[in-house]
């Protein structure tokens, strides 16, 4: 009885924590036709800032004022992450219905019959037609606990080049048509409405996905705001300031989120603007995706589009690796959501790769309580540790043992099937020792474990499907990449929080703080999520915000009944908590050509400024009724390359624009968030390094450091000049470049392999300048994604006004220099 009790008190903990972090809207109502409208949202971080007086806390001074605002021209600037049109898309969005959702999945699975995906088996699309194989070409397909559930046939040789063929030459019958936005947004809306419980189902099925209503609920809204975006960009192309390549694009899908992310985000935001797109089969999960691949192609047709629009390969990897190794020059971007291991070797075969991918996701806690094990349990199991933001590292009070966290888990919920856990609305469910993916070397739970407070190796959970290790250093993999061992609830735990605020232990959380920091920008999770006492956690929180460069950042507490523990499964984009899966910058370019923010226009990844509207702006394109700043003024004047100086005057543009209201405040009504443009981490120390060779020229060098030299992040970043290079080194003199705010160091090739050889840990990023681009410069927001942080950070507090002025006052907050 008294276990029983027990276990009401802590789902009624855990129904408390949901209704305040996951989802929040909940109780919605009908899907598609009610929105929402926040123009006054806005407001109160406006009237804010306004009353704010930015002081830049960089440990270097600045000869050069933060204080005033670099006033400029202040252009829309589109569809480019943060701008003020960027901002404007997330008014009047749908709102779906959930429990209609809900519904027609759970009718969907009722009536589906298993036998259907072995009698009808995925095999390659070409041109609206299936192109079926012999049956030596018949294989098995699994879901993602490695249990078969249907046949693929694999292309044969024959098909395989047809299928190259197709991709190389393709020219639609309708190629003149570069806008296909009310078919595909029709075809769009039935997906969302009449096909949503067969999207769902079929993910359920396939991924055995638990939860695929909320991703369905994201996609009903933040489509709205891609949808905008894309508008945006469509009309900068008509207007012949950009062109948006049209060449095939590939689709590598995701299983946990084929829905939102390759459907919608990838395949229709392509679509519409007549970009021809082919889905990549998969070695395993390959059903729903090929699934709603044949059911877009019917309705493709429905609406009178060409059908070789949308290809499907259904091939064994050699064979997808030989098509698109051939495809290198003929088609255009391949999006990809995966591991970092295979994205990189995905990019190393196929340059103009856009990934997004995982990480150590990591939650830190100063108190051990129920509520915030709870949130560690609940973050390391969502989906059978299936979702991007699961937790994959815990750093706790120096007081927890092993005896501990085994304890913890010992409330895990072990899924019977995830038929029955959408159904009942369970999320984080596990499937006991299933066969889709292996667990890590492990040993039998410790026998000492109430005393033990070092694990080196992991261990199983006695009963439960879960893993770990505890002890006080932070995880140090081989290669400097964690495993994510996928779908497996594993947990490396730092006990290393001290237990008390003394001044020594001060000074020790303020030492732990700062390693922490520098293991988050190595590794560069997805989210970070923050608990401690109202009363500490915000100094803790901005420290770690301020010292790091994650895309999500969530500030909970442990003591404060409406601002719940904190979990790193928490984000809607739809409700600008901005999300994204960037690797580390250092080595972003091993693994894709830009990180990828969402919301954001898909096609604007592989878009380009045209050359003669570059060319047609000029310094009076910069300000309107202000004074532009003279350094600005003259740095441009330097440019002698027409097209780079117009390239440049549009990115001061851009930052001005999207740094005019900085941050802004997010749109959720269960939440509290702040997001835009930051400054890479605030760590004594810690810069980018900007290396410019014998040959690299002023107009080389200038793109890459404007969004340094126009902003606050001007004393974080380092100039590496080659000694041979006289006419750079003369220029940058002229600037005054060699004051004390820009460090510019003199040397050879030697030299700095040697420095960074030494130094290399304290550089957040290290960008050799490199001659313009032939293909021409890329979209602002792109591009300064490259070099500055971007994404949001929230309270899990509702209308949480002291947070939006705590947070709000960060200096990590990207500002317009003058």
Same mark, same amino acid.
């Given at each position: 009885m008294m276990r029983n009790k027990t276990l009401m008190v802590r789902r009624a903990i855990t129904k408390r924590i949901l209704d305040h972090t996951i989802l929040p809207n909940r109780r919605c109502s009908p899907l598609i036709h009610s929105t929402r409208s926040f123009g006054s949202s806005l407001s109160t971080t406006t009237k804010f800032m306004k009353s704010h007086r930015f002081n830049d806390t960089n440990r270097n001074n600045s000869s050069y004022s933060i204080d005033k605002r670099l006033r400029i021209d202040q252009t829309t600037r589109q569809y480019n992450f943060a701008s003020s049109q960027y901002a404007s898309c997330f008014e009047d969005i749908p709102t779906p219905d959930v429990v209609k959702l809900r519904k027609d999945a759970v009718e969907y699975l009722d009536s589906f019959d298993k036998q259907s995906w072995y009698d009808d088996p995925v095999c390659s699309i070409l041109n609206g037609e299936k192109l079926l194989a012999p049956p030596s070409n018949l294989w098995i397909t699994k879901n993602s606990l490695s249990q078969p559930n249907g046949n693929q046939y694999h292309a044969t040789p024959a098909q395989i080049s047809s299928l190259l063929t197709h991709i190389q030459t393709y020219t639609s019958s309708s190629s003149d048509v570069k806008d296909l936005r009310p078919q595909i947004r029709r075809i769009e809306q039935r997906f969302l409405n009449e096909y949503a419980g067969l999207l769902i189902g079929n993910q359920c099925l396939d991924f055995c996905k638990q939860d695929g209503v909320t991703e369905m609920e994201e996609s009903v809204m933040a489509n709205s705001v891609e949808r905008k975006l894309n508008d945006a960009l469509l009309s900068d192309e008509v207007d012949g300031k950009v062109d948006i390549t049209r060449k095939p694009v590939f689709v590598s899908c995701v299983s946990n989120f084929t829905n939102f992310l390759d459907l919608f985000r990838k395949t229709l935001r392509n679509l519409e603007l007549g970009i021809p797109c082919v889905i990549?089969?998969?070695?395993?999960?390959?059903?729903?995706? $090929?699934?709603?691949?044949?059911?877009?192609?019917?309705?493709?047709?429905?609406?009178?589009?060409?059908?070789?629009?949308?290809?499907?390969?259904?091939?064994?990897?050699?064979?997808?690796?030989?098509?698109?190794?051939?495809?290198?020059?003929?088609?255009?971007?391949?999006?990809?959501?995966?591991?970092?291991?295979?994205?990189?070797?995905?990019?190393?075969?196929?340059?103009?790769?856009?990934?997004?991918?995982?990480?150590?996701?990591?939650?830190?806690?100063? #108190?051990?309580?129920?509520?915030?094990?709870?949130?560690?349990?609940?973050?390391?199991?969502?989906?059978?540790?299936?979702?991007?933001?699961?937790?994959?590292?815990?750093?706790?009070?120096?007081?927890?043992?092993?005896?501990?966290?085994?304890?913890?888990?010992?409330?895990?919920?072990?899924?019977?099937?995830?038929?029955?856990?959408?159904?009942?609305?369970?999320?984080?469910?596990?499937? %006991?020792?299933?066969?889709?993916?292996?667990?890590?070397?492990?040993?039998?739970?410790?026998?000492?474990?109430?005393?033990?407070?070092?694990?080196?190796?992991?261990?199983?959970?006695?009963?439960?499907?879960?893993?770990?290790?505890?002890?006080?250093?932070?995880?140090?993999?081989?290669?400097?990449?964690? %495993?994510? $061992?996928?779908?497996?609830?594993?947990?490396?735990?730092?006990?290393?929080?001290?237990?008390?605020?003394?001044?020594?232990? +001060?000074?020790?959380?303020?030492?732990?703080?700062?390693?922490?920091?520098?293991?988050?920008?190595?590794?560069?999770?997805?989210?970070?999520a923050v608990n401690a006492k109202r009363s500490q956690v915000f100094d803790l929180g901005r420290d770690l915000f301020e010292n790091t460069s994650l895309v999500v950042t969530t500030i909970g507490s442990t003591d404060k009944e409406d601002a719940p523990p904190a979990m790193t499964c928490q984000a809607r984009p739809q409700d600008a908590e901005c999300f994204g899966?960037?690797?580390?910058?250092?080595?972003?370019?091993?693994?894709?050509?830009?990180?990828?923010?969402?919301?954001?226009?898909?096609?604007?990844?592989?878009?380009?400024?045209?050359?003669?509207?570059?060319?047609?702006?000029?310094?009076?394109?910069? $300000?309107?009724?202000?004074?532009?700043?003279?350094?600005?003024?003259?740095?441009?004047?330097?440019?002698?390359?027409?097209?780079?100086?117009?390239?440049?005057?549009?990115?001061?543009?851009?930052?001005?624009?999207?740094?005019?209201?900085?941050?802004?405040?997010?749109?959720?009504?269960? +939440?509290?968030?702040?997001?835009?443009?930051?400054?890479?981490?605030?760590?004594?120390?810690?810069?980018?390094?900007?290396?410019?060779?014998?040959?690299?020229?002023?107009?080389?060098?200038?793109?890459?450091?404007?969004?340094?030299?126009?902003?606050?992040? +001007?004393?974080?970043? #380092?100039?590496?000049?080659?000694?041979?290079?006289?006419?750079?080194?003369?220029?940058?003199?002229?600037?005054?470049?060699?004051?004390?705010?820009?460090?510019?160091?003199?040397?050879? #090739?030697?030299?700095?392999?040697?420095?960074?050889?030494?130094?290399?840990?304290?550089? $957040?990023?290290?960008?050799?300048?490199?001659?313009?681009?032939?293909?021409?410069?890329?979209?602002?927001?792109?591009?300064?994604?490259?070099?500055?942080?971007?994404?949001?950070?929230?309270?899990?507090?509702?209308?949480? #006004?002291?947070?939006?002025?705590?947070?709000?006052?960060?200096?990590?907050?990207?500002?317009?220099?003058?």
């Open positions: 990549l089969g998969r070695s395993h999960t390959i059903q729903h995706s $090929y699934r709603w691949t044949e059911l877009l192609v019917d309705l493709m047709k429905e609406e009178g589009i060409d059908p070789g629009m949308v290809t499907y390969l259904s091939c064994q990897l050699d064979d997808i690796k030989y098509i698109t190794s051939n495809c290198t020059e003929s088609a255009g971007a391949l999006y990809t959501t995966c591991s970092r291991e295979l994205a990189k070797s995905i990019k190393s075969n196929y340059p103009n790769t856009i990934s997004s991918t995982g990480g150590p996701n990591t939650l830190i806690t100063a #108190e051990w309580t129920e509520a915030v094990r709870d949130a560690i349990r609940m973050s390391a199991s969502i989906e059978c540790a299936g979702q991007c933001t699961a937790l994959r590292h815990a750093v706790v009070p120096e007081t927890v043992r092993v005896g501990d966290v085994e304890a913890m888990f010992d409330e895990m919920t072990h899924a019977t099937s995830p038929v029955d856990a959408l159904k009942n609305g369970a999320f984080d469910g596990v499937f %006991e020792s299933h066969g889709g993916t292996s667990p890590p070397p492990y040993s039998s739970s410790s026998s000492n474990k109430d005393d033990d407070v070092v694990l080196a190796t992991y261990t199983k959970h006695s009963t439960k499907d879960a893993y770990f290790r505890i002890g006080p250093a932070l995880p140090s993999p081989e290669n400097d990449e964690m %495993e994510e $061992y996928w779908r497996k609830v594993v947990v490396d735990v730092t006990n290393t929080i001290p237990s008390s605020t003394d001044a020594n232990k +001060r000074n020790k959380l303020n030492m732990e703080v700062d390693k922490l920091s520098k293991w988050l920008n190595r590794h560069q999770p997805i989210s970070l899966e960037f690797p580390p910058r250092k080595s972003m370019g091993l693994y894709t050509k830009y990180p990828v923010i969402i919301p954001s226009s898909t096609p604007s990844y592989d878009t380009h400024y045209r050359k003669e509207y570059l060319e047609s702006l000029t310094l009076e394109d910069l $300000y309107s009724g202000t004074e532009c700043p003279t350094f600005v003024k003259e740095w441009l004047s330097d440019i002698t390359d027409g097209t780079t100086r117009g390239y440049c005057v549009e990115l001061v543009r851009y930052l001005s624009d999207a740094t005019k209201e900085n941050p802004k405040r997010g749109f959720g009504t269960g +939440r509290t968030a702040l997001w835009g443009l930051q400054r890479p981490p605030m760590l004594e120390g810690c810069r980018t390094l900007l290396r410019c060779g014998a040959d690299s020229s002023f107009d080389d060098l200038s793109p890459v450091f404007l969004p340094f030299y126009v902003t606050n992040a +001007r004393s974080q970043v #380092e100039l590496s000049v080659d000694e041979s290079n006289s006419e750079l080194l003369d220029r940058l003199v002229k600037h005054d470049l060699d004051n004390h705010v820009f460090k510019v160091v003199v040397e050879g #090739e030697a030299t700095l392999e040697q420095r960074l050889a030494k130094e290399g840990d304290n550089f $957040y990023n290290i960008v050799r300048i490199q001659s313009k681009n032939e293909e021409g410069y890329p979209m602002p927001g792109q591009f300064v994604s490259l070099y500055l942080p971007m994404g949001h950070i929230k309270s899990t507090m509702k209308n949480d #006004e002291e947070f939006v002025k705590y947070f709000g006052q960060s200096g990590k907050w990207l500002k317009m220099a003058s």
